[in-house]
């Protein structure tokens, strides 16, 4: 087996007196998009801050690419070419559109190509690309968050819940997305709860329940087993169609 790009190991994250993460084993393979599902308050988002060293593992180990970046700071970790779009957004409100972009990009220039191609994707960031992104709707600014993550090429994309209140034309604008970034050699983590969004995109999963993952497989064999995913989720996937 190649070497994953990603792997956590026995990883423990406390938050103050809560013992969020209790063991988490996990390993993202090179390419491709990994899918994390699971209930609310299972870990998964703590899981990809806790990779982004915004919290820090109390025990266990993160290694990308070979290196244990378990204790490392969040802007060397970036560095390293890993980005997260939070579930919150977090866009600069007081910022354009572009001025958000400009932010993450390389050297305080653009990449007029690449802003091209993403546009491609969203159109609605060219024509509100001098607006304060403070004005726009939720979507609006989530497109603009994706944008910020990948308006430089990154080794990994750790993305929390993108399609959370999105309309379906953006949903697809999303998927569309994430297929080109996979075929560029990207690697793509997704913590999402639109099941029919991950089932057609991702290639492998993880389950999380009470801060570990109770499974891991290929997303194709969690799809087509209904019986695999009541048991793993309390529903199966066609409810959410």
């Not at 932010?103 to 190509?113: E, I």
Request: proline share 4%.
């Amino acid at each position: 087996m190649p070497e994953p790009l990603l792997s956590l190991s026995g990883v423990h994250t406390h938050i103050g007196q809560y013992h969020i993460l209790q063991g988490v084993d996990l390993v993202v393979p090179r390419g491709g998009l990994s899918v994390l599902l699971g209930r609310n308050g299972a870990g998964k988002t703590t899981t990809l801050r806790t990779i982004m060293g915004l919290w820090k593992a109390s025990a266990g180990s993160i290694v990308f690419e070979g290196r244990d970046i378990t204790k490392m700071s969040t802007p060397d970790i970036a560095r390293l070419g890993i980005a997260y779009v939070p579930e919150s957004m977090a866009v600069f409100s007081e910022l354009t559109v572009r001025e958000n972009l400009l932010l993450a990009a390389r050297g305080g220039a653009l990449d007029s190509a690449r802003v091209d191609w993403i546009c491609g994707f969203f159109p609605a960031l060219k024509k509100f690309w001098n607006y304060p992104a403070g004005n726009l709707s939720g979507g609006q600014k989530q497109m603009v968050a994706i944008a910020r993550a990948i308006v430089e090429p990154k080794k990994l994309l750790l993305v929390d819940e993108p399609t959370k209140g999105l309309a379906p034309a953006i949903v697809q604008s999303l998927m569309a997305a994430f297929r080109e970034l996979k075929d560029l050699d990207s690697t793509i983590l997704l913590v999402e709860q639109n099941f029919n969004f991950v089932r057609t995109l991702g290639d492998t999963v993880g389950v999380m329940d009470d801060g570990r993952v109770a499974h891991a497989g290929a997303m194709r064999e969690l799809a087509e087993d209904d019986a695999l995913q009541t048991r793993l989720l309390g529903l199966s996937l066609d409810s959410h169609q």
